[in-house]
C-alpha cells in the first residue's frame, strides 16, 4: 500500500474510517432502542473485557461500575470530590490539566496520602509509564490513592496491567477513542464506591442521558473490542515500514525513530479503508 | 460486600473543672474514648461496615457531676456541656442529616429530674436533632451501608 508522509499528524487523531463514520450515520437514520444504565453496564463490562489483545487483570477487585459520559467526565468527577488542590499528577499528563494550569510532579515528588490520577497507557511512551512499578512502589509507602484514567487502552495492544494493586481505587475506560467522539460514553470501575458527580448521575439522577447508553450499546453490537487493531494492525506496520517510523502499541500512534517524538497516523488509517468492510 | 469508611467528628466543649468524656460505637464496638478539652476537638475513626445492614452510630457523653454546674451569687452559672460541631461520614458532612435523624437520650440527674416532675414538667426521653449536650446521655445515629446510598436515600 502506498502511504504518503503528508497524512501523518501532529495531532493525535483517533481513528475514524468509513465503517464507524456508517454506524454513526445509521444511528441517526435508523430507528434506535433506548439502553438504559442496567443494561448498558453488563454488555459494556463484557466488552471492554473481550480484548485479546491486552492482558487486564484484577477486575473482579473493582465490582462497582457506573456509567460515565466519557473518561473526562470520571475526571472531572473525581476533581469535583478532592478540590483543584487535593490530588496530583505526574510530570507529562493529560494536556487538560496543563490547559487549567495543573502542573505534574517527579514520581519521587509525589505528596502523601494525597489521591494521584494517572493517565495509563501514556500517549508520549505508548505504553505504561516506564516508571509505573516505582509509581506503586511509592504510593504503597506515602499511602497514596491511585485512580487510573485507562481511555486509550482500546486503542492500545500488549498492555500488561493488573489492577488488583491495594492503592489502585478506581479507573475507567471509554469508547470515545473509537470514532465515539459525538457521545461519549465509557464506565467506571471501583473498588469501593463513595458520592461524587459519577455516584450521584448514576444513582440519584437515575436513567439521565439514556442516549449515551444507547449509542454505546449501538456500538458495542457493532463494533468488536478489538476492532482497531484487527482491522489495522497490519496498515500500522506496513505504514511505519514504507515512512521509517517506529511502531507503537497504541493503533493510530507512531514515533519518529531519532526523537521519538509521537505522531498521528489516524487519519491515515481511517483514510486507507475501503467504505465496507 | 463491605465498606471500610472514615468517622469524622468535629467537638466543643465548655466546663470550668471536669472536661466532657465521651465513647463513641458503632455497632456496639467501642471504638473511640476519650475527653474532650478543646472547642474544637477532631475525632477520626475508621470502621468496616457489611453492606446491606442497619448499623447504629453513638455518642455516649459523660463525666458530667452534680457538681458541674453551679449557680453563682450574680445568678450566672458554671457548666460543663459538649457540641457535636460536625459529623462525617465517608467524606460527606450529614449536617442536614444530623437535624432530621439523629436523636439524643439524656440521663438527667436524679435530684433534679424529680424537682422538675414535682414541678409537673415532662422530660423529654427522646430528643429529634439535639447536638447540644448539657445532661449526660447518649446521641444515635442509625443507617445504612453502602453509605453513599444510604444518603441518596434520604434525599429522593
Known amino acids: 500500500m502506498e502511504w504518503n508522509k503528508k497524512s501523518i499528524t501532529e495531532k493525535l487523531h483517533p481513528i475514524n474510517d468509513a465503517y464507524m463514520k456508517k454506524l454513526r450515520s445509521d444511528w441517526f437514520s435508523c430507528p434506535q432502542k433506548e439502553i438504559g444504565y442496567k443494561e448498558f453496564i453488563p454488555q459494556a463490562i463484557e466488552w471492554f473485557q473481550s480484548s485479546r489483545v491486552n492482558n487486564i487483570q484484577g477486575w473482579n477487585a473493582f465490582p462497582l461500575v457506573d456509567v460515565t459520559m466519557g473518561n473526562t467526565h470520571y475526571i472531572e468527577s473525581f476533581i469535583l470530590k478532592y478540590g483543584w488542590d487535593g490530588f496530583q499528577i505526574l510530570k507529562n499528563e493529560y494536556a487538560y490539566y496543563t490547559l487549567m494550569g495543573k502542573h505534574g510532579v517527579d514520581v519521587e515528588d509525589l505528596e502523601p496520602n494525597k489521591p494521584l490520577l494517572i493517565t495509563l497507557p501514556h500517549w508520549s511512551f505508548c505504553d505504561l509509564r516506564p516508571e509505573w512499578q516505582d509509581v506503586l512502589k511509592i504510593c504503597e509507602q506515602r499511602n497514596i490513592d491511585i485512580h487510573i484514567d485507562l481511555a486509550w487502552i482500546i486503542t492500545a495492544r500488549d498492555i500488561d496491567l493488573n489492577l488488583d494493586h491495594p492503592c489502585i481505587k478506581s479507573f475507567a475506560m471509554s469508547m470515545s477513542k473509537y470514532s465515539l467522539q459525538w457521545s461519549r460514553v465509557g464506565l467506571r470501575w471501583s473498588r469501593q464506591k463513595s458520592m461524587d458527580s459519577v455516584t450521584i448521575f448514576n444513582n440519584y439522577y437515575y436513567e439521565t442521558n439514556t442516549i449515551v447508553t444507547s449509542v454505546g450499546a449501538y456500538f458495542i453490537n457493532h463494533l468488536e473490542r478489538d476492532y482497531c487493531w484487527n482491522t489495522y494492525g497490519d496498515r500500522h506496520h506496513d505504514l511505519c515500514s514504507s515512512l521509517g517510523l517506529l511502531p507503537t502499541k497504541i493503533i493510530h500512534v507512531v514515533q519518529d525513530l531519532e526523537t521519538k517524538k509521537s505522531l498521528g497516523i489516524g487519519l491515515a488509517l481511517g483514510e486507507s479503508t475501503p467504505n465496507s468492510i | ?156
Open chain 2, 1 to 156: 460486600m463491605q465498606e471500610h469508611i472514615q468517622f469524622e467528628f468535629g467537638f466543643q466543649s465548655e466546663y470550668w473543672d471536669l472536661p466532657p468524656k465521651i465513647d463513641i460505637f458503632i455497632n456496639n464496638v467501642l471504638v473511640w474514648s476519650g475527653a474532650v478539652e478543646s472547642k474544637n476537638a477532631r475525632v477520626l475513626v475508621n470502621h468496616t461496615l457489611d453492606y446491606n445492614q442497619e448499623h447504629l452510630l453513638a455518642i455516649r457523653r459523660y463525666n458530667k457531676t452534680d457538681n458541674q454546674c453551679v449557680i453563682l451569687n450574680d445568678g450566672t452559672c458554671k457548666d460543663q456541656y459538649l457540641i457535636i460541631k460536625q459529623v462525617i461520614i465517608d467524606d460527606i458532612d450529614i449536617q442536614n442529616l444530623v437535624w432530621h435523624r439523629s436523636w439524643y437520650e439524656p440521663e438527667y440527674p436524679t435530684a433534679w429530674k424529680q424537682e422538675q416532675e414535682l414541678q409537673g414538667v415532662v422530660l423529654e426521653t427522646h430528643v429529634p436533632g439535639e447536638t447540644w449536650f448539657g445532661h449526660n446521655g447518649t446521641w444515635y445515629f442509625q443507617f445504612t451501608s453502602p453509605f453513599y446510598q444510604y444518603v441518596i436515600n434520604q434525599f429522593r
